[in-house]
């Protein structure tokens, strides 16, 4: 449940995204064939991948004798999905790409996500890997395994967790032997998502692993290729490769999609192949890694706005209560009462911000992996980097809360199966926790990112906002709001600046308040976009008819949420720097 029209405003007219086919990559595309794509992309979702909530929901995954079985609807929407070019849509045509840019993927990812989020990530998975294959892995790997994975053929996987070490992955103890061409690989891995399945005849699992006698921490985990089933030299596919999974989890949500456990070479007959160089397997995974967080932001956002759509339709058929101003005689549409309102428009505003903001860190990342290099280039490479905790993490705790207040809005309805709110709040809570917790990205945003480079990624992010500020300080339906925006913002980097000193000085108070401060980043980044989503709607808005109130809401949203969220951005800037320590102090049996 998208409006493709909201969709439409941000690439079109708030980004403009034609410009990116002036890219040399792209010198083939044009706007219209980017608008095709977007179009079927919505078709695709709401007819083929919509349907498989329901049915992926009362199916579940069914587990027996180390087998997991998915309902059919999923083994067809995936080898169509395949067929149709989604998995590689932004990939080069040598490996079976399409060739988009890569800001497509996360558009297309908008929509697959917030029709089916369980199953669209098997086939997310599947691009993710095969691009490791493409961009570290020698030519035969390639060319065993990338085109067949972006056709839909076979599937894949990332095996980082393991039973001691999911936040730190530095204590990996799966051990790769060297044996001729190829490894051994030995040990467990935990929760990988569609680890085992019956969707294709082949699954490649992405492995990270410590070449027997490497050096412990970081440095001597490596990459691999482990296919589950063997493929022979000239392609065919040979006997199992010891990959067994031992068990598959119950979970709060994501019902269809099957969390495994993995056992590599329990017989010591699993081979795998290091894929880019000893040593530097977490530095190669981190490029999926880094796709996969932007993904989750995607998804608590995606899944936020199916939700709000859903509890929309509700409060316009719902009658109930009378209205509090005597407006209209007897039961009234709940969308009337004003409290209902207001959970509208947060929900409306929180969606079409967070949007706006994935998009246009997607939007930055064509520039940053197309344009040749220089300053310009860097810039975009450093704003992605400090943009990519703040959509994991914000947009997945809001999408989660967006949720919750969809529920709201259905009262005790919105708690029942009969309606999907319920499963979307379920499903959309394990984005705070997967491809590095929430807690771990505020970490990485108030520690690395505010550091590494001296600092570029802060000051790109700073640089953009207050040059926004700059431009339309004046304007003159927005211009208050905009000086609201430049005050925090200033506030804003005043605490950046503390907390980056804090950080080497006062390691325990730092790390007390880098959640809320990550929160604070995303909020001004909202009021930002949101804002300038206003600005760009301005004349539109001023024309006659209802037309005009597409446009009109955008300025209403921004308002609204500069008025309303900004006084408490502020607030908690103040927290992030009070010098109270009972987080530290309170001692742990006292808690
Ligand atoms: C449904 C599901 C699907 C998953 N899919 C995959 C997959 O496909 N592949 C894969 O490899 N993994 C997968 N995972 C694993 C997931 O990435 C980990 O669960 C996650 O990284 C957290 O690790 P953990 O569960 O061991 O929690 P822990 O690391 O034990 O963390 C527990 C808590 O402690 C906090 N914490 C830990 N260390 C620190 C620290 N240094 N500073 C501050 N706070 C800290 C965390 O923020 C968290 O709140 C999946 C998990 C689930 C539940």
Redesign the pocket.
């Known amino acids: 449940k998208v409006n493709p029209k909201d969709i439409f405003f941000i690439l079109k007219e708030q980004l403009r995204y034609g410009v990116l086919c002036k890219l040399e990559r792209y010198r083939e595309l044009n706007e219209k064939t980017l608008d095709l794509m977007v179009n079927e992309a919505i078709r695709f979702a709401r007819e083929v991948v919509d349907p498989l909530n329901e049915v992926g929901e009362r199916w579940g995954v069914k587990f027996e004798n180390g087998q997991v079985y998915c309902p059919a609807e999923f083994r067809k929407a995936f080898r169509q999905y395949g067929e149709n070019g989604w998995i590689a849509a932004a990939r080069d045509p040598k490996y079976g790409g399409q060739g988009f840019p890569h800001m497509m993927r996360i558009v297309v990812n908008d929509m697959m996500y917030g029709a089916c989020q369980a199953f669209n990530m098997a086939p997310s998975?599947t691009h993710g890997a095969a691009h490791l294959i493409e961009s570290f892995g020698t030519d035969a790997l390639k060319e065993q395994f990338v085109p067949n994975m972006y056709s839909g053929k076979w599937a894949g996987?990332?095996?980082?967790?393991e039973p001691d070490?999911?936040?730190?992955l530095a204590d990996i103890t799966t051990t790769a032997f060297p044996e001729g061409d190829h490894y051994r690989i030995v040990g467990n891995?935990?929760?990988?998502?569609?680890?085992e399945h019956d969707l294709t005849e082949n699954i490649v699992h992405l492995v990270l692993a410590r070449v027997d006698g490497a050096p412990s921490g970081v440095k001597g985990i490596s990459l691999f290729v482990v296919p589950k089933i063997r493929v022979e030299a000239d392609g065919s596919l040979g006997g199992p490769n010891d990959v067994v999974c031992g068990a598959v989890?119950e979970?709060l949500g994501?019902h269809a999609?099957p969390?495994a456990q993995l056992h590599f070479g329990g017989s010591g007959k699993c081979i795998g192949f290091l894929c880019g160089k000893a040593g530097e397997g977490l530095a190669h995974m981190f490029q999926m890694m880094n796709a996969a967080r932007i993904n989750t932001g995607v998804s608590g956002m995606t899944l936020a706005g199916t939700a709000y759509r859903n509890a929309l339709e509700y409060t316009k058929t719902r009658l109930q209560g009378r209205d509090v101003a005597g407006r209209k005689k007897g039961s009234v549409p709940i969308i009337d009462h004003p409290d209902v309102r207001r959970m509208l428009l947060w929900m409306k505003a929180m969606v079409d911000g967070m949007r706006s903001m994935i998009y246009t860190a997607a939007f930055w990342s064509d520039f940053a992996h197309e344009m040749p290099s220089g300053t310009e280039r860097d810039h975009y490479r450093h704003l992605v980097d400090f943009f990519t905790p703040i959509i994991k993490a914000y947009c997945s705790d809001m999408g989660f809360r967006v949720c919750e207040t969809a529920v709201q809005c259905l009262g005790g309805y919105g708690y029942c199966k009969d309606y999907p709110l319920e499963q979307y709040l379920r499903d959309a809570k394990?984005m705070s926790?997967?491809?590095?917790?929430?807690?771990?990205q505020s970490?990485d945003l108030m520690g690395r990112k505010m550091t590494i480079h001296d600092g570029a990624p802060f000051k790109a992010f700073r640089s953009e906002i207050d040059r926004f500020c700059e431009a339309n300080r004046d304007h003159e339906a927005i211009g208050d709001k905009v000086r609201a925006l430049a005050g925090v913002a200033e506030r804003l980097w005043e605490m950046a600046e503390e907390f980056r000193k804090k950080m080497g000085s006062d390691p325990l108070q730092w790390?007390s308040y880098t959640y809320p401060a990550l929160i604070a980043f995303g909020e001004v980044a909202m009021a930002w976009r949101l804002l300038d989503m206003a600005a760009v709607a301005w004349p539109s808005s001023k024309k006659n008819g209802k037309e005009a109130d597409f446009y009109r809401a955008k300025i209403l949203q921004a308002g609204w949420f500069v008025d309303t969220t900004l006084p408490h951005t502020w607030a908690t800037i103040e927290v992030c720097q009070r010098p109270g320590r009972e987080i530290l102090e309170m001692p742990d049996h006292a808690f």
């Open positions: 998975l996987t990332m095996c980082l967790t070490c999911g936040s730190n891995k935990i929760f990988i998502s569609w680890g989890e979970k994501l999609s969390t394990i926790l997967y491809e590095g917790t929430n807690g771990i970490m790390a």
